[in-house]
């Protein structure tokens, strides 16, 4: 409750408007012709055509775009082999869970500890509203979602070079930023600097806008007072009884603020793909690949390691070491394939696919990234500063810190996205052993969560460029302009699809919307061949 | 996945931080003492010295404010006794279900013919992050709670007189805002226009900010173009093979931004109770009031309906009429009491409270404000517009349409709060039948969703003014800076509790702050007194 109306209307309007309420429908049925931003390209199921009777086909992988490839190739009447590395499905769509080992590329091995029903997400954590083709398939497989929060407004933004290293809550940041360049704005448009861009009329209603945006006061200034620490938040915020009375804080002065670059981290909630509402499967991504696996049954064949990929005019053929027969060579073929392997594997297998793909396979590298996952025994970031979800960003090597967006309040040990980063830091966060990288992401967030130490329970670190079945996080082109075409091109009778290939990399829905295409056009081109 | 890191460091760089890691904690806790931004007075379960032996305190009302003073007033070892006039306790935290009947003034009696386990929220519907205290109530009382999803970047903003009547996707709205004011003021950066105002460093960091803030592209300008429509939409999103590449969307110009006047919807979830994360009870608010009766069991007496408030020296008397029994006239006694009978209808019972108090309780009027709860037999706004949870403002009479933030993607019948409207607005739509209010919130409700008629299942609205045990939605004072130090402050043996009497009006917290303020002094006095 507690919002007033912007809308008064006089008894004759509010009946003018029960008039003209009847026709609105078909008028906005002629106006939704007009131009619109579209969020996804996903418009529902896809509906191929029926399978050319006996036609098989092959598919290499058994992540997100392998098993989408597989379940609506196999709904269309193809017969479908599906060749997996590992002893489980999903690739990079993966959750960790207590009793789980994992050994890297090196040889390190990690065991998780964390309590009974917690879990941690290496991979993707996130499905936003935004990826329609990843959120059918949840909704197709009764995968259960529960929202994210990406950004918690009581969460931290730090820096060590800022405030004497002392993290800021975001909606200070948030507020002073938004708040100063309104109150910077409205000065100059009332100083006629914008009049050659702005009528009269524009300039009001700039200002009015900028008011409201940026929590002005009647003056149009952003000032220390109730406006801004509505926002911002209070020195001694709206209470009851005696004392209820607010008592506003100090907003942060301009260049104190610019100076902290703080403000760099203000936009990730307005990108398409972070902002809310954004969900996570109940229980750990891996939901999604469990769903899609079980739909498959024993159309998966796991523990294959594909180690030769041949086709000719009749079909294609691929040899493979069978880890569950003591690393047995054995060959399959088919009609068709859907390669699904990362181009980080795929450029170390014997293949003869067309010179213009194949230099695509050995141009693509893998992005190196770490994610940090720590358990402690009490949830202190709640109980202790009332954050519920949502993320601190920092400079630190640890780059950011999650918390998790479920069991809000409960008494129960939670695991907490400790770190997550890219690039240089990723390597140098995993040229040391599994447990100093969790010792030292613990420490380095005790510069922000002075409890960390105390609370500490358990901790495990994915490095992806030592994943042994991606050997990296994400395909990054040498010149995706020039080489894209060729690679998503079908090879003869061969089609690869993946996160890769398309342009949402790293995303799960990259790897839906490029499977997706992918096996399109697979169809059209047996349909064809089969018609002649 | 998908963020670049803003974070690259040199291997040295890299130790050094390990080292300067450890007395990070120490560091931090210094300055703790610096000024921070509160969110909130409240600091954990209140303690109350042990009460004088053998006093009693008598709480009128079983609200929230009531139910909180009983339960705490209780554990401290006094004798209470709660008079309620409903047959169900909670006030305004109220959840209407399938079944239940409801009588308004004037004698409209709707009936719900909600499906199963689908409920409606008529009062607060919120629990924003900020409100620590009937969040730790929630707590320590076991009432699991879930995000409720305030803003939605996908869902709209509308005005009849913008876009011809179309509505906009937020986020376009809140993308061109955020871009154009970031390019307008880059521009008189650049121009020198700030140059009294801002050091060059200064300039150097707003113009970096602003280009991350507004989506800007290299020149600092707002245009057409990925960056833009990286927020905004595309034409074509970035996809997955073939045409994968994305197709940047048209921004609008800022005139026709500015003139549709939708920047006005943009602030909502800026205010520190309208941020992220908000959280609801699952399967209704009042499993909170539940949750607080079960725990006060039989302490609570139901349909007792006060007539009549009188004290002196010895203690306070009150007379009822007990509908539990034919509305005989039954008196109660007790040494203290905390009342919290809005004072809209506290006006009309015979009471002896002093002159200022009596003021403020004649000059006290209660907001007008409707809910509408629509029940539809689909999801469309899921299944057709892709719209979770979130908000829809509009300037049609019905204010805005909040879609559930439960059983997402589920086939499920939802219920959707079809409009929620205050003032004038809110006595023009009750002065007309409920079946006709539905009507008409559908028949508006389909400017925006032409889908509402053919889905639409049932309905039920709730105007506030008209609730006979409220005649309102929340106190507003005459003169609050001169009066609410004598509306507080104990009256001889009886203090007044509830959100009226706080700076939070109209959330269930103000009710709760105001209800263990004036618990603490209704302590003291009993402890003062006793003493003597």
């Not at 259960?144 to 929060?149: K, R, V, Y």
């Not at 830091?425 to 599994?434: D, F, G, M, N, V």
Request: proline residues 4%.
């Amino acid at each position: 409750m507690a919002e007033e109306s912007n809308t008064t209307t006089s008894r004759r309007e509010f009946l003018t408007m029960v008039g003209a309420a009847g026709g609105a429908a078909a008028m906005y049925q002629a106006m939704g012709m007009m131009g619109v931003a579209h969020a996804s390209t996903y418009d529902g199921p896809i509906q191929l055509e029926r399978a050319p009777e006996g036609t098989k086909v092959l598919v290499l992988g058994a992540g997100i775009a392998g098993m989408i490839a597989a379940m609506e190739l196999r709904d269309a009447g193809y017969e479908i082999e599906v060749l997996e590395f590992r002893d489980v499905a999903g690739g990079r769509c993966w959750t960790m869970r207590a009793g789980d080992t994992y050994e890297e590329l090196g040889g390190f091995t990690q065991t998780v500890d964390f309590a009974e029903g917690n879990y941690f997400n290496p991979g993707p954590w996130r499905v936003p509203y935004n990826h329609y083709g990843i959120l059918d398939y949840c909704r197709r497989l009764g995968v259960e979602l529960e929202p994210l929060i990406q950004i918690n407004n009581h969460a931290y933004v730090h820096s060590v070079d800022a405030f004497d290293g002392k993290p800021v809550r975001y909606r200070e940041i948030n507020s002073d930023f938004r708040g100063h360049i309104s109150d910077l704005l409205s000065k100059v448009t009332d100083q006629g600097a914008l009049d050659e861009m702005l009528t009269e009329e524009d300039k009001e209603n700039l200002l009015a806008g900028l008011r409201t945006f940026g929590a002005l006061n009647d003056d149009n200034d952003y000032v220390s007072g109730n406006a801004a620490s509505s926002r911002r938040g209070y020195e001694r915020p709206p209470g009851g009884g005696v004392d209820g009375a607010p008592i506003a804080n100090e907003i942060l002065d301009l260049s104190t603020l610019l100076d902290s670059g703080l403000w760099s981290r203000l936009a990730t909630s307005e990108a398409l793909n972070g902002s809310m509402p954004i969900f996570q499967p109940k229980g750990g991504m891996d939901m999604i690949a469990r769903a899609m696996a079980d739909n498959l049954g024993d159309l998966v064949k796991y523990r294959k390691r594909v180690t030769q990929i041949r086709q000719d005019e009749d079909g294609v053929s691929v040899t493979y070491e069978d880890l569950e027969n003591d690393g047995a060579e054995a060959t399959t073929s088919a009609d068709y394939c859907v390669c699904t392997i990362p181009f980080s594997i795929l450029s170390q297998i014997d293949h003869d696919f067309s010179g213009p793909l194949t230099n695509v396979i050995q141009t693509m590298h893998y992005a190196a990234s770490i994610k940090v996952g720590l358990e402690f025994n009490r949830r202190f970031w709640e109980e202790d500063e009332h954050i519920y979800g949502g993320t601190t960003y920092t400079d630190l090597p640890i780059s950011q810190i999650s918390y998790p967006s479920n069991d809000y309040l409960s008494d129960k040990p939670g695991v907490v996205l400790g770190a997550y980063s890219w690039g240089a830091l990723a390597y140098q966060y995993s040229s040391i052993e599994p447990e100093d990288r969790v010792r030292r992401t613990v420490e380095w967030g005790s510069q922000i969560h002075p409890q960390m130490p105390d609370e500490f329970k358990a901790g495990v670190s994915v490095a992806w460029h030592r994943v042994p079945w991606t050997l990296g996080c994400y395909g990054i082109w040498q010149d995706k302009e020039a080489q894209y075409e060729d690679a998503v091109a079908m090879d003869r009778r061969i089609v690869c699809a993946g996160e890769h290939l398309s342009y949402l990399p790293a995303w799960m829905e990259g790897a839906v919307l490029s499977s997706l295409d992918a096996i399109r056009r697979l169809n059209e081109t047996a349909i064809t061949a089969a018609g002649e």
